[in-house]
């Protein structure tokens, strides 16, 4: 459904909604018993909640397709990832905290290994040290351009952040990355008249990059990719007509909620300083995105016992967010993280949306195949559940007379 | 979802990919004992299946449509069929094993009866047997066209194909079929300038046809629709990225693979011989179809048994499937034929997928009411199965970083 048709209905109240998103959540069976990281989770305060709450699982993009951290927490915040997406280079900003203004071209830099021909050797410079990587963007920093401004910011590894920064500037720039060795890196080519000042910019870059790394081995040139600039999307407050916060301790998901116009309050750490904080600013904001990071770094991890820690971390201090008595809690993943693939995975993820207006199922725990039978559905998309959660809040008027 | 996000993530596998496709499988309740044809089959492999592989049913077209065979293959294959439309001309022709060329028309050919002022009075031409079809289509096959060629063919009783072939052809051509007794065939109307030359030969070979015919009541004249022409899609290689191969016995489902860029293979005949084909095939793609047409046939005649036969006979070869064992295997059928409609039907069909990482539900046997609280949901859309089976084979990328 496209925003503007929620946009055209949001309306006033004093309800606070809280979305509560364990990173990763959704998983697979283990052998021993068959059950998921969260089915042999002890967690009887979600449990509890389960009972008193609509569940089910979503589906954050579309059938069968896994999602990156940006297409699936959009998807939560009900701007469908397939309509909505966020350039290589805006992510990548956001995971290190670096603060995009309007206009700004940013995107992802490798260094990269080439041969005394030009042709790349290496497109990770054998993934340097991080240690190394900060040396060599001290480097960087020093480059000057003729008509715009750069700024160059360590990632991990061989990665690193560039950012484009004057007027007139445009993301339709083509990646210097051949995405394979052998050949050189290919020249930033303007997509229309409109890029040209960036592709400029970004080739004198490039040039001055190589001079600086020259003798540098393995790290002796740059490969730039995903040009982007910050989209002018409708804020999370212009869509539900909410005053939004974020709590979360990865740059990533404090970057995405601010792309979205959320202020992202102090306050990381474990689910209790998180909830602390929520409590901190209780009255300054309607809706809160709290976001927790460790399900789904267990799940790439591959480590089944690490996030079921996780997830009964997180139950464990749940009493302390009901305690606020939100009007609507909805609890969910961004995507399934299971411990079987050490990567994100395309599988459902659980969900449950509880207020005093959600029609509670028969669903009685928290868990992937308990939720199948919820009222929310099995494979509901990701997008359809914040409209659902300002539903709950009666914060959508009626469609329609 | 578009096929091209998918064409975007697909990457490098060694994975297999099996798709058993039982024509028709979906059913209706019989009075005696309130069970459907796939419910009171005795199918235990089918079942033990069922309890390690995500299950649910799905709606091959969209609710309440109840699709052809075409239409709901192209589901299968996850190209939406509401998007992806197939003329008749064309699935005439693969219903006759017609090796259609890029550029050809083809239509369908009806004979019909008109009357001395030229009027139909029979749109079938009381519905000749296929032998006379056969002495008719020899006196088409002699008529030649000043600019192009056309081939004439057999299909059954008062139907035939009708293929043009030239350069510069177009499909945009109106059926001469007014779809009415007592009026006179009309003139195929070209849509656009494009169209004027194909229009012009079908002119031509209608009024040839009618002079061959005279006398030759009832099948003293033709009507031609349904005027098409290969459909420019992307390959089911270039969306999936796999080499497919599909082993089905009936020229239509060969036929449709084939439209796909698909291989069709020897080995028709019965389950065993089909999984033998598999076998022998198995080194050489990395996905197949695999077609079984009983269940429809005897669907389409109204015989609950012999579909219960038909659906055991499948049951009883599973273990040869799966000694080979695919990395992902669906089974399913392509849309409804209950007994009871004595032809397709718009009901949802049951499916499975199983694979290591399927998340497997609490469904313990193949059956349409078991499968409604299957993972997959109860109505997911037939063109979401292929991405989510894909996914299951670790053929698709993350969407978005």
Redesign the interface.
Known sequence: MDLSVIQSLHKRSDSKVVLLVLDGLGG??RESDGL?ELEAARTPHLDALAVESICG?HEP???????????AHLALFGYD??DY??G?GV??AMGVDFELQPGDVACRGNFCTVGADGSITDRRAGRISTEKNRELCELLQQIELSDGEVEVQTIKEHRFLVVFRGAGLSENVADTDPHAVGLSPLDPEPADDDAAKTARLAREFVDRAREKLAGREPANMVLLRGFAQLPGWPSFEEVYGTRAACIADYPMYRGLGRLLGMTALEGGGEPETKFEALKENWNDYDFFFVHVKKPDKAGEDGEFDTKVDAIEHVDHALPQLRELKPDVLMVTGDHST?W??V??????VPVLINSAYCRADDVRNFG??AC??GGL???LRGSSLMPIAMANAIRLDKFGA
Chains 1, 2 share one sequence.
């Open positions: 697979l069976p998921t699982l993009v579309a059938p069968g397709i896994t999602p990156g951290s940006g297409p990832p397939l997406q966020v290589r992510l990548a299971p079987k693939l990567n994100h995975g395309w599988q459902p992937e195949r199948i039978t559905g099995p494979r």
